[in-house]
């Protein structure tokens, strides 16, 4: 059973920084594009940066590049999204997904507050 479980949301001040985690089962990490989204209220959810191949070739939506860091441990089969220089505007819901083949897979989501 595929399964994707986020962890590390909380609340943050302006300038802090957060770690996520995306733990799977039910599947190999490596073996899917796995990508980071997130939804602020009242918007649409929108991509925040994804990992892929076996190399670990990553991209980032251009307001989160140099800030955001996205990465891959196959051996515990996770993908870690860390976030540095927190903006209130990164408030929302931070989803990790799943997809391969045209199967695609959501976690439920960690809710980040950045706010002093």
């Known amino acids: 059973q595929v399964q994707l479980v986020e962890s590390g949301g909380g609340l943050v001040e302006p300038g802090g920084s957060l770690r996520l985690s995306c733990a799977a089962s039910g599947f190999t990490v490596s073996t899917y594009v796995m990508s980071w989204y997130r939804q602020a209220p009242g918007k649409e959810r929108e991509l925040v940066a994804r990992?892929?191949?076996?190399?670990?070739?990553?991209d980032y939506a251009d307001s989160m590049k140099g800030r955001f860091t996205v990465s891959r441990d196959n051996g515990k089969n996770t993908v870690d999204l860390q976030m540095n220089s927190l903006e209130p505007e990164d408030t929302g819901v931070y989803y990790c997904?799943?997809?391969?083949?045209?199967?695609?897979?959501w976690g439920q989501g960690t809710q980040v507050t950045v706010s002093s």
């Open positions: 990992i892929f191949g076996a190399g670990g070739i990553t």
């Open positions: 997904k799943a997809v391969r083949l045209g199967q695609q897979y």
